[in-house]
């Protein structure tokens, strides 16, 4: 199985601020990266597929990048309702996801 | 508008059977790829079972043998039967439309989820 990691689990940023979180598969997955926004309580909502097309309505202060093992989002000028958990998935077999990052308020 | 609504969730006694469905609207379920993801209270999200297009099915280790994933086209509906139940199996279980190849199979539909507790 191709196992996800994300970096860091966690972090504290202020609205303005340019935000990156990392993923990393055990092996490469080409570009069948996909993230993933999640309010508490809420579903997960798919922002970014094959690791850089954005969806359809997603602000484009997000991007994706990336391709075999490593992949970075970006959230280029953090706002309110950025504040969130951000999971990525590999795609490329059988899904799984990472452990998720957790953005929240300075 | 396309979309999926979860039901049939609950409290269920460790060993107990229970099954939920996901009813879709908009799209047809049997073009698609369909995936029941879940998440334990305050743990990341787990895809536990796939039925692709094809009608094949796909289980995580830790179910397969007690969970069977199916589908009704007459109903548009997934379904997901879980029997022997266990404790560890408490969770949010959510219905995701899995896309195909072109759109790198990313889950782009997702219901609001139905909540499963395993307990005595």
């Known amino acids: 199985d191709i196992q996800m990691t994300q970096s860091p689990s966690s972090l504290s940023a202020s609205v303005g601020d340019r935000v990156t979180i990392t993923c990393r598969a055990s092996q490469s997955i080409r570009n069948y990266l996909n993230w993933y926004q999640q309010k508490p309580g809420k579903a997960p909502k798919l922002l970014i597929s094959g690791a850089a097309n954005l969806q359809s309505g997603v602000p484009s202060r997000f991007s994706g990048s990336g391709s075999g093992t490593d992949f970075t989002l970006t959230i280029s000028t953090l706002q309110p309702d950025d504040f969130a958990t951000y999971h990525c998935q590999q795609s490329y077999s059988i899904p799984f996801f990472g452990p998720g990052t957790k953005v929240d308020i300075k | ?120």
């Not at chain 2, 094809?54 to 109903?75: L, W």
């Not at chain 2, 997934?78 to 560890?88: C, D, G, T």
Request: proline residues 2%; charged residues 20%.
């Open chain 2, 1 to 120: 508008e396309v979309q999926v609504v979860e039901s049939g969730g609950g409290l269920i006694q460790p060993g107990g059977s229970l099954r939920i469905s996901c009813a879709a609207s908009g799209f047809t379920v049997s073009d698609n790829h369909m995936s029941w993801v879940r998440q334990a209270p305050g743990k990341g999200l787990e895809c536990v079972s796939v039925i692709y297009n094809s009608g094949r099915p796909y289980y995580v280790d830790s179910v397969k043998g007690r969970f069977t994933i199916s589908r009704d086209n007459s109903k548009n509906t997934v379904y997901l039967q879980m029997n022997s139940l266990r404790a560890e199996d408490t969770a949010v279980y959510y219905c995701a439309r899995v896309r195909g190849a072109d759109y790198h199979y990313a889950m782009d539909v997702w219901g609001q989820g139905t909540t499963v507790t395993v307990s005595s």
